[in-house]
């Protein structure tokens, strides 16, 4: 049961067959350095015993447990998690990472130290299958200008005032059943209320799986966030044509696979982002600048071809002179293009 005090933070964890993983998840909240928080786990019908683990930490003072009648999907469990939540700030959290023990201290003195930030998250070190670090962009002005490509913020690690639901009705969209694209879409649109900025530390250790996601499951995963990057566009007020909304959905997630697109098609549409940004000031000129160069040069870094030549393409295009992708990558794609030429 929940105690009387209110508490600082309110952790969320949604939880869904998380087996094994969901302990470890649970105990890297409940060891966290900052003690003020309740944790609110939220089951959503899971068939694994995931329930049982969640219930036998009751005990605890600060820790509640939620159980859907039926499962609804992580939008409505989320919502349903928050609808109970009394902090000041809500955290989310998955049931199968470990937060980093600092976590929710790091997070709370960066947003009470920055009173116009609405929402904020970190850099993520995976374990498991991968080890690299998920780095996502700093300022609020990097993060909308990223939005329009992708998901700008770390969702495991997203941290937000809970006034934001209370004040501008901000609820994730539970007709969105799967994990696919509710997170981006919710993100989206406290983009155009709040501030949102992250953090460039790691706090949270995401746990990477053996990929066994079908190729359905992603089309049905890009279909979502297609629609949203659509709508981010037509937030800035940038008009498309069909083909340029293909182009843009393209170059937006890895392996920015270019199929019939051409290096020339996909420069004309980012510089036309950039110069629309400049006379609507959607996000400050330089750093939509930054991120539609350095999308520019990861299409080409990442379609190498004989007969085009990307390198040659990447350099004599006017984009090429405002993102810097480092002397060990540019010296990748210098040899990428020398093999591909020469062999």
Not at 46 to 64: E, H, I, K, W
Not at 131 to 150: M, Q
Not at 288 to 304: I, S
């Amino acid at each position: 049961m929940p105690t009387t005090e209110l508490p600082l933070v309110s952790v969320i964890i949604p939880v869904f067959n998380a087996g094994e993983y969901l302990r470890p998840a649970i105990d890297s909240i409940l060891q966290q350095t900052l003690q003020d928080f309740e944790l609110i786990i939220v089951d959503d019908c899971s068939q694994d015993g995931s329930l049982a683990v969640a219930r036998s930490y009751q005990d605890d003072p600060r820790v509640q447990v939620l159980a859907n009648e039926q499962n609804q999907g992580r939008s409505f469990t989320d919502n349903y998690g928050a609808e109970h939540a009394r902090g000041k700030y809500i955290a989310k959290m998955d049931a199968d990472d470990i937060a980093l023990p600092h976590r929710l201290q790091a997070q709370v003195d960066f947003m009470e130290q920055h009173p116009a930030v609405g929402l904020t998250s970190s850099f993520m070190q995976c374990f498991g299958e991968s080890d690299i670090v998920y780095e996502y962009p700093v300022s609020g002005d990097a993060v909308r200008s990223f939005l329009l490509f992708n998901m700008p913020v770390a969702n495991p690690t997203a941290f937000f005032r809970r006034g934001l639901m209370q004040e501008h009705g901000l609820r994730y969209d539970d007709t969105i059943k799967d994990t696919f694209g509710e997170d981006y879409e919710f993100i989206a649109r406290v983009a155009q209320v709040v501030d949102i900025e992250n953090q460039p530390d790691i706090l949270l250790h995401y746990r990477t799986l053996p990929q066994t996601l079908k190729a359905d499951v992603h089309a049905r995963r890009n279909a979502k966030s297609n629609q949203i990057r659509e709508r981010q566009l037509r937030v800035l007020g940038i008009p498309f044509n069909d083909r340029e909304l293909h182009v843009h959905n393209t170059i937006s997630y890895f392996p920015f696979t270019l199929g019939d697109i051409t290096l020339a098609e996909v420069h004309d549409w980012l510089w036309k982002i950039q110069a629309y940004n400049q006379e609507r000031r959607y996000a400050e000129p330089e750093a939509m600048l930054r991120c539609v160069a350095e999308r520019w040069f990861l299409t080409c870094y990442l379609n190498p071809d004989k007969k085009t030549n990307s390198l040659r393409e990447y350099r004599r295009r006017p984009l090429h002179k405002h993102y810097n992708p480092g002397t060990k990558l540019h010296a990748k794609f210098l040899l990428k293009s020398y093999l591909l030429r020469h062999f």
